[in-house]
């Protein structure tokens, strides 16, 4: 009945989380519910989990500068901060908007349906008198939502218990954030068993994450070289992909460079992680997509793994030597789901996790295959996510492109202290004087050698000047197009004198603007341009 109506209206959903939230309900649901999804890998979603704010998860070893970090976004103390060099934070920290400060404790926190936490109540109590939401009224929180977890513990600290499984707890945050923040301290590279251990528990969302390679102005430029090697290799070792994780390198907090050598790039890493940040709201339908569709992939290998151990069974005795055969050979099975169901290996989950959970469960209460089931979900990958796509395209093209405002990210985006203010291109944007009559004597020296006519220089004798920069034929072809003012196919002594200050904006490693700015524009032709 359902897929009836599907197919008939077109104007179902509403928006992407309306849409996600019933296919979710009535197609991926009840596969999950029949094959016991949720006692294997994941809970049950509620409808709070379609429709929170995005959230980022800042994980990493105590000290590291993680409270710091959320208290540098948002330029104010949040409820429950607690900052210091030994391991502080103690609880998993919530900060989300409200109306008043304040803070909501763990156990009311998981009752509350308008939170997306309901199911960390399977953790107990030991973690719940470690969890809470810090409520309070910022601007940056109008966006997104920032999740604050204990430091990692490193040394003898880590030998004693938390009363809680702390890798599972990250795990089930990261299938729901849409960023997580590994931070490390530049000065301390130490990566603890505890570390490895949930890095490894985060290998499923290595898309969402990202490395910060914090407080790197406390050590000189040669010994930040060493230390992000070593990060690299390190990383490399844990994570065990080809793939590079982006790390980020700076001094996340409002504070003087102890060495500021590296400023420079400081400033520009610091931008490419705000825009990154900035992009989450924009991306975030799209992002809950992506999840469905990975859970339902897995929802669907898992209903062929337990449905194919319920047909192995034996109907009257024997049933637990077979049941430990049988979770014995699972790596057997995977292999034959794969080959019989056109599956790739990389949709099966980790097989000792697999195999431990398998232990505890009654397989005489497993479900045969049921095709129907399947079948829905099938329809929806199939079908119903080329709709919704659609739907997240009209949406994302609503939204700015940078949605998160306020806090540190005012500081980034204009005036003089905006990135990249007053270099490159942007050089002299504020002074009187044309910034490219600095060098025009020098300039002019070649121009003439290149006898003008009427005093201007034809495209061909310019090109033999311009080629000296070694710059690619596409490069030089834009900047013949911005300095030709006039479109005439020639260059005058001021034109030429501004193709020779772009392609030195080049060379000095900035990007060409795609339109002349105003300021750049050489005075004579000021008045035709704004005609």
């Not at 049988?326 to 057997?332: P, R, S, Y």
Request: glycine residues 6%; charged residues 25%.
């Amino acid at each position: 009945m359902f897929r009836k109506t599907l197919k008939k209206d077109p104007e179902l959903f509403q928006n992407v989380s309306d849409g996600l939230r019933r296919l979710y309900r009535a197609k991926l649901f009840p596969l999950e519910d029949t094959y016991r999804f949720h006692d294997f890998h994941s809970p049950a979603l509620e409808d709070a989990d379609f429709d929170n704010k995005p959230m980022v998860l800042l994980v990493g070893q105590y000290s590291t500068g993680k409270t710091t970090f959320i208290r540098h976004l948002m330029e104010q103390d949040f409820p429950g901060m607690r900052i210091g060099p030994e391991p502080t934070t103690d609880s998993f920290i919530a900060v989300m908007h409200g109306e008043q400060d304040g803070v909501i404790p763990g156990n009311a926190l998981v009752v509350d349906p308008k939170k997306p936490f309901r199911k960390l109540n399977a953790f107990g109590n030991a973690f719940l008198n470690r969890f809470m939401c810090a409520q309070l009224p910022n601007s940056v929180l109008e966006s997104i939502s920032i999740i604050d977890t204990p430091g990692i513990l490193s040394g003898e600290k880590q030998r004693i218990s938390r009363g809680y499984d702390f890798a599972a707890v990250l795990e089930w945050f990261a299938e729901r954030v849409d960023r997580i923040i590994l931070l490390f301290d530049a000065h301390k590279l130490d990566i603890s068993d505890e570390f490895s251990e949930v890095i490894r528990a985060l290998k499923n969302h290595e898309d969402k994450m990202r490395v910060v390679l914090n407080k790197a102005d406390q050590i000189s430029t040669q010994q930040l070289m060493r230390v992000y090697g070593a990060l690299m290799w390190s990383l490399g070792k844990i994570i065990n992909t080809p793939e590079v994780v982006r790390v980020y390198i700076g001094s996340f907090w409002a504070q003087p460079l102890l060495v500021p050598d590296n400023r420079k790039l400081f400033e520009a890493e610091e931008q490419d992680l705000f825009l990154d940040i900035q992009s989450l709201p924009r991306n975030a339908a799209l992002r809950k997509l992506n999840d469905l569709i990975k859970r339902a992939r897995l929802a669907k290998v898992h209903a062929y793994i337990i449905s194919s151990l319920k047909k192995e069974m034996p109907s009257m005795f024997g049933k637990d030597s077979k049941k430990k055969e049988l979770i014995t050979n699972l790596g057997e099975i995977y292999h034959k789901i794969e080959k019989e169901h056109q599956i790739s290996p990389g949709d099966f989950p980790n097989l000792a996790k697999m195999q431990e959970l398998l232990n505890g469960q009654d397989f005489s209460k497993f479900i045969a295959l049921k095709p129907k089931l399947l079948e829905a979900v099938e329809d929806m990958l199939a079908n119903d996510i080329a709709r919704l796509m659609a739907l997240v395209r009209q949406e994302e093209s609503a939204l700015p492109t940078q949605s998160v405002k306020g806090g540190a990210f005012e500081g980034t985006m204009s005036g003089p202290f905006g990135h990249g203010y007053g270099e490159g291109a942007s050089e002299g944007i504020d002074e009187l004087e044309w910034v490219v009559g600095r060098d025009k004597p020098t300039y002019d020296e070649i121009f003439y050698t290149l006898s003008p006519i009427n005093g201007k220089v034809s495209g061909n004798a310019a090109k033999k000047e311009m080629i000296k920069s070694k710059l690619p034929n596409s490069v030089l072809g834009k900047i013949w197009k911005l300095a030709d003012v006039d479109q005439d196919g020639l260059l005058d002594d001021e034109e030429f004198a501004l193709a020779n200050h772009l392609i030195k904006v080049k060379l000095e490693g900035h990007e060409l603007p795609a339109n002349l700015p105003d300021h750049l524009v050489p005075p004579s032709k000021r008045r035709t341009v704004q005609e």
